[in-house]
């Protein structure tokens, strides 16, 4: 069983930044990709970005790139978006998640291809 736990979110002004952690306990997250996922009301969840299990190589969303990067450190177990230039539409309910296979970037944008996933973190983005 593994436990993903997000945290860092908050309400911020447009123009503004947050940087959002994903703790895993329960796995080798070092053996799998990670992913950042979000949800804006109404609206089905997105792929936003994902990191290969060294954190070598990343992938984003287009709406993201250039303002968002995604980063993790092995030895803490841990995931991180930093998010710059934030819009209001970049406000969702943030989820991070694992892949269900090891050394696999099969189908990164796919919510189906990851097994577990963290409770999420509201992002509000004021205008």
Same mark, same amino acid.
């Given at each position: 069983q593994v436990q993903l736990v997000e /945290?860092?979110?908050?309400?911020? =002004?447009a123009g503004g930044s947050l940087r959002l952690s994903c703790a895993a306990s329960g796995r080798t997250a070092s053996q799998y990709c990670m992913g950042w996922? @979000? =949800? $804006?009301p109404g609206k089905e969840r997105e792929f936003v970005g994902a990191t290969g299990w060294s954190? $070598? *190589?990343t992938y984003y969303l287009d709406s993201v790139k250039g303002r968002f990067t995604i980063s993790r450190d092995n030895a803490k177990n841990t995931m991180y978006l930093q998010m710059n230039s934030l819009k209001p539409e970049d406000t969702a309910v943030y989820y991070c998640a694992i892949h269900r296979t090891a050394f696999s970037w099969? *189908?990164?944008? /796919? @919510?189906n291809e990851y097994a577990y996933w963290g409770q999420g973190t509201q992002v509000t983005v004021s205008s």
């Open positions: /945290s860092g979110g908050g309400l911020v =002004q996922f @979000r =949800q $804006a954190g $070598a *190589n099969y *189908n990164i944008w /796919s @919510r």
